[in-house]
């Protein structure tokens, strides 16, 4: 063969292959559509063609992209067995973050790993020592790239303008790794652009937002307005029990109890279920919701709105505590810059922001307990109490906590297990689920923590009502889930998958109090009830989620569960005219986000 026409035939070769060989490492060769593969194809050649065309070679560019994209498919190989969740484009922001917990999870290198890593640099080698050139001539280039740019819009246009709608070719971020199997990684990640800039709602216009943001909700004046309010955002906090009712029989037993203390509280407290927007990762988009009052629903999904949509004097909880008198503190056991916090809290409005230094700052004298190396439950409570203890008498404080304890990976060494998974759907299986037994005993050690904070608050002297709820359920074992729900993940209809976003809440107060029967709610409206628990007038975003709270149990991203257990999925009908209260509250939150 010639050597001009054995480099053309490299060059049909190498991008085929390096497809083939990154859905092997990611897991999904065996479930993309036929659809999506030659779409991938198109795609990949594509992109081999632009690095050709700008370097004039494939000497050097092509055994780099190689590489590259070897690495990324193993990247989201990680991220998805540790997580649930591929790796999404607005994930690039938060790859700091992501550093500073990742040695808790464990990399296993995989023959497959090893062997795809090898084919590419061998292909790299052959392409590096018999190259394809493009020769000399400007003009040449210029034409060719004119042409390429043509092409790539075309594809462009014919996937996002036809295919995608005709052959509903989507990334839901609510769950992206069902597309991510279906369609392939580059083809989900092209796809996923389709969400940065989020539609307005029907009808939208500035007027009725305007007139929107008027809306009023007062406080009661017979409730005790409490001196402190601690809200404490706890991290994979979450009662994996609820799985025992969605299918019949389907659930899991332990050998141990893990939530008894959270169980037993019956007097001075409400309690149910909150619908997060995250599972098994994105913490701050739950904090957001609680925060802002605003719904992950109606950002670009997938997106982490402290990096992305947070504006100097934006409102939120603690400003409106702040309006009130109470100085505001926010707390959290880590680095600050993660999901860019140090920046969303001083535009959230909190005075101070106490995160990892200073928590150092005291290690020799708090004797801080470090499990798995985050700080534990119990050390971080007794940072919260410490602030109390130091205030001046009678100085109202509203302080923001977020913890560390059971953040994922759960399969460090060090910490072993005291509970543990015996059986699961009537099966015996102690040992099959180390993360699970792991994550369970750390929810008993959160169940114990939540028992001393309460018993030393008990006895302190100023009115104090606690908030305590989890971020997200954790990313333990795939099929620990898959057997509770009895099918695969990716099978799993939206009305039941919406559960996997339930977490517990408690309000909590040290006086007495008439109790108002809230039940299950979105995030977003628990700083709304937060407001009125505490005998505080409500306006705008936080009054409309008071009432849609009335109605509804959960506005989400997946759907809309009404509390008479109706539910409607999907993002269509939540933002059609047959919500209309709902609908409101989307036209003021994109007018207060987006609006002028």
């Not at 959290?332 to 001083?346: F, I, Q, S």
Request: glycine share 10%.
């Amino acid at each position: 063969m010639k050597n001009r026409e054995y480099s053309r035939f490299l060059y049909w070769l190498v991008p085929a292959c390096m497809f083939f060989l990154a859905e092997t490492v990611t897991g999904n060769l065996r479930s993309i559509t036929p659809l999506s593969v030659a779409l991938n194809l198109l795609l990949y050649g594509l992109l081999y063609l632009g690095v050709f065309i700008l370097t004039g070679t494939t000497k050097y560019g092509w055994p780099i992209l190689n590489l590259l994209l070897c690495a990324l498919a193993a990247g989201e190989y990680f991220v998805i067995s540790f997580r649930e969740r591929p790796i999404m484009i607005w994930d690039v922001l938060a790859l700091r973050t992501a550093m500073t917990v990742s040695t808790n999870y464990r990399f296993v290198i995989t023959p497959r790993l090893v062997l795809t890593f090898l084919a590419a640099a061998l292909m790299g080698a052959i392409v590096f020592f018999r190259p394809l050139a493009w020769g000399k001539g400007l003009l040449r280039r210029t034409t060719a790239g004119t042409a390429w740019l043509a092409g790539c819009l075309v594809y462009g246009g014919a996937l996002f303008g036809w295919l995608a709608p005709t052959f509903g070719l989507d990334v839901p971020m609510w769950d992206p790794i069902v597309s991510f199997e279906k369609e392939g990684y580059l083809l989900s990640t092209l796809l996923s652009f389709r969400s940065v800039i989020p539609p307005k709602p029907s009808g939208y216009s500035e007027e009725e937002a305007v007139q929107l943001a008027g809306a009023q909700s007062d406080g009661d004046p017979e409730k005790i307005r409490p001196i402190n309010v601690i809200c404490i955002m706890n991290e994979s906090f979450s009662d994996l029990r609820l799985y025992s009712g969605l299918n019949g029989d389907r659930s899991f037993e332990t050998d141990q109890t893990f939530l008894d203390f959270f169980d037993s509280l019956t007097e001075n407290v409400q309690k149910g279920n909150l619908y997060v927007p995250v599972f098994g990762a994105m913490t701050a988009n739950s904090e957001y919701e609680f925060l802002t009052g605003n719904s992950c629903a109606y950002v670009p999904q997938g997106s982490i709105p402290f990096q992305f949509y947070m504006k100097a004097g934006d409102d939120s909880l603690a400003r409106r505590f702040q309006a009130e008198g109470y100085r505001t503190v926010a707390m959290h056991p880590y680095p600050g810059y993660n999901w860019n916090r140090t920046v969303a809290y001083e535009n959230l409005g909190f005075d101070t922001f106490l995160d990892g230094g200073y928590y150092d700052g005291l290690e020799e004298e708090m004797e801080w307990e470090r499990p798995r190396g985050y700080m534990s439950d119990r050390s971080d409570y007794d940072g919260i109490l410490r602030q109390l203890r130091e205030k001046e008498p009678g100085e109202k404080l509203f302080l923001f906590n977020v913890t560390m304890q059971n953040h994922g990976g759960y399969e460090v060494e060090g910490l072993e297990a005291t509970v543990h998974v015996t059986r699961v759907n009537g099966a015996e299986c102690t040992g099959e689920y180390p993360k699970a037994d792991q994550y369970l005993t750390l929810m008993r050690m959160s169940d114990e923590a939540l028992s001393y904070l309460l018993g030393e608050l008990e006895k302190f002297g100023e009115p104090t009502m606690v908030v305590l709820f989890g971020d997200h359920q954790p990313s333990v074992e795939t099929p620990f889930f898959e057997n509770l729900y009895g099918m695969r993940w990716s099978e799993v209809p939206d009305h039941l998958k919406i559960n996997s976003f339930r977490t517990p809440y408690l309000i909590w107060t040290n006086y007495d109090r008439k109790i108002s029967e809230t039940g299950d709610m979105s995030a977003f409206m628990l700083g709304g009830q937060v407001l009125k628990e505490a005998g505080m007038d409500a306006d705008g975003l936080f009054a409309v989620s008071q009432e849609l709270g009335e109605r509804y149990s959960a506005v989400h991203a997946m759907g809309v569960l009404e509390k008479d257990g109706t539910f409607s999925g999907s993002r269509e009908e939540i933002s059609s005219d047959s919500f209309p209260d709902i609908r409101r509250f989307h036209v003021l939150q994109y007018y207060e986000i987006f609006g002028e």
